[in-house]
């Protein structure tokens, strides 16, 4: 059974930095495609960076420069830095693998999803 397995939420202040891990398990993805959504209360998922297989990124507006998405192949794992938080960055933050070597910017082709972890910024 394929796994994502995200660590690293938490509450903390605006200004603060967190890194999230999004580990795998039951597969080798390699280099596959990754994505990180969120999902803020009383909002649909939004795609928040990705990283294709040959290390291109994609971040969405409100988080470039503030964000680092990377790709640790051999441990099977992708993070999400996240650097100068603000308040509105609040929300349930998801990664999401895909059978894909492109950047893939299209939620309905990432195949494989984590449960979530929770993302709380405090002004």
């Known amino acids: 059974q394929v796994r994502l397995l995200e660590s690293g939420g938490g509450l903390v202040q605006a200004g603060d930095s967190l890194t999230l891990s999004c580990a795998a398990s039951?597969?080798?993805?390699?280099?596959?495609?990754a994505g990180w959504f969120r999902q803020a209360p009383g909002k649909e998922r939004e795609l928040l960076a990705a990283?294709?297989?040959?290390?291109?990124?994609w971040y969405l507006d409100p988080v470039k420069g503030r964000f680092t998405i990377s790709r640790d192949d051999a441990k099977n794992t992708v993070y999400l830095q996240m650097d100068s938080l603000k308040p509105e960055d609040t929300a349930v933050y998801y990664c999401?693998?895909?059978?894909?070597?492109?950047?893939?910017?299209?939620?309905?082709?990432?195949?494989?999803w984590g449960q979530g972890t929770q993302v709380t910024v405090s002004s």
């Open positions: 039951g597969r080798t993805f390699g280099s596959l495609a």
């Open positions: 999401a693998r895909a059978n894909e070597l492109r950047l893939t910017l299209s939620e309905a082709e990432y195949e494989y």
């Open positions: 990283i294709s297989s040959s290390g291109r990124t």
